[in-house]
DNA sequence: ATGAAAGCGCTAACAC
DNA sequence: GTGTTAGCGCTTTCAT
């Protein structure tokens, strides 16, 4: 293993020398940097990352917290995974891959340890047991997600609030008076997942001011649960004609019951989905949708984090507004015979 | 920040003797070690990771390289490497993820710097280019995957071949002649990812010693993908009973297209899968699958690695025999008229 | 513009 | 069964 010594005694310099070229926090002659850079890479030389956060009192690690659950929709998780890794190494920093599994101990213990300098907490709930611990460490942390109280945090995401009403607005508009919202699974309302509820919440408040009827129900992964859902809804409320779906692995269930129970998509009914682009597109009927920015909450939760670790920028709720695409898979409400 | 000689200090013991308490590496007396852990306690003691990592000359991280493409099933990833972090803590290890942009740089970068102390290395090619780097290094390591040659390798990775081979014989068995292989998208192929190219083979010749004629046609995602290439299939081979995916993307846009047509699963027609448990029993017919053990492979690498960084174990190639279990999607072909 | 040297907090010989 | 101590490889004052 090479050591900043040899790279010094190969160079014919000090060791405090290379560590400046390394670092760049003083001046170092064209000459000397040359010598230095040279011994490096005919040494092949790495900095020793535990020595660097002993004496540098800095890991160069993010944190990432990632719920283990798989009652979500996964490829949204993984694209923000790979979003906040891929922006972290461009700000010099790795990622530490933590499940949700050890709960709040897991904050104490990357924090305590000074394994990570900052921390990306995901899946948030609405009153999440990890926000006390995260407000009094001393380390930064963004959360992507935001919760019923948001003081003394930073928090990314989508506004969902204004995605729900999005939906709402544009089925208004198109003349349904009857809509129904396919949710995420059950279990996800039960953990007051912060996002389910606001979107819920946005689409309900503002479906009441335009005057729409709104049939909310939770929806399970699984062709079956689709079809026991859709058929309820039109039991319930025969004259249905919108559908707002915010549960990917129902879109196509959903789209592939319409179809065979006859029903038009959009003639005979709309669907608007709330998912990531390449889903409403990649669907069967393309589809009018409201788009999950994966990949932009990723990266600026990570910006945010950099951010706060360079002390620049402090809390702050940094909300995305949504974006309503209109595809094929809405239209005028039918008229009423 | 609580430091080692701070505990020491307060338990009336020196730094080693707390060291020791923490690692078990000698025996200490039972009121001592109660007066160290009492004072662990109180202090609120985390050891310092770089200072470990420095000091024992190993930082208990284990990277996790991932694909940053998303043009393969992306809840199988997930899932591995959520199995990976799981069973990395429980050896005691935390879990660096990094992403292939990187490529074989990251592997340098990563085992130079002793950031981590092994890796594992996930959607590996054929002819990988991160091979050579992994063979030279002294840092364990584990695919999850097969190369062509694994010589000085360990591997842990379902036995793609056989699964081909299996669903073959489902096929022959229920006396199909003509199926059509739905795979992944082109792309895969063209880079020689393992697992996809071994399946095909792995098909191919137990086919043709069963005397069926196969039919491979990659598959891009999206149901217009799907159809074109459904369409394209029962234009060639007018004839074709019996479809064989490994693509999880084109699961539903599959079975949705041959119920469009009128062609009956599993009367008209038989699907045999290569997915996922959860896939196969969520879609809208029942599928026969071979699953696809994403759990089990990630548990697998990091069990291999932990007992290559324990000196157990050498390298070798573990591959996991693949199950076809039967459900509602394969029948007997139909007869020929 | 460069060097010397004092730690950073821990582990693991080496003592007893 | 416990204490003493010499590093691990780097960063960063303090000097010049």
Redesign the pocket.
Known sequence: ?????E??QHA?????????V??G?????A???QRVERAIRELG????A???A????RSNIIALMIPLRTDMYVPVMMEIAIAVATTARIHGYDVLLLTGEEGPEAVRRVTGSGLADAMIVMDVQLDDERLPLLRETSRPSVLIGLPSDPTGLTCVDLDWTAAGALCAEHLAQLGHRDIAFIGEAPAVYERHTGFAERTLDGLRSRARELGLRVLHRPCAAGYDAVAATVTRVFDERPRTTGFVVQNESAVEPLLALLRQQGRAVPEDVSVVAVCPEQVAVQASVRLTSVAVPAQEMGRSAVEHLVAKLDGRGGDDVALIAPELTVRASSGMAPAVH
């Open positions: 293993m090479v050591t900043l010594a790279v010094a014919g310099v000090s060791a405090s020398t290379v560590s400046y390394l670092s926090k003083r001046s170092i002659s000459g000397t940097r030389y790495h900095p020793n535990g020595a660097r002993l004496a540098g009192g």
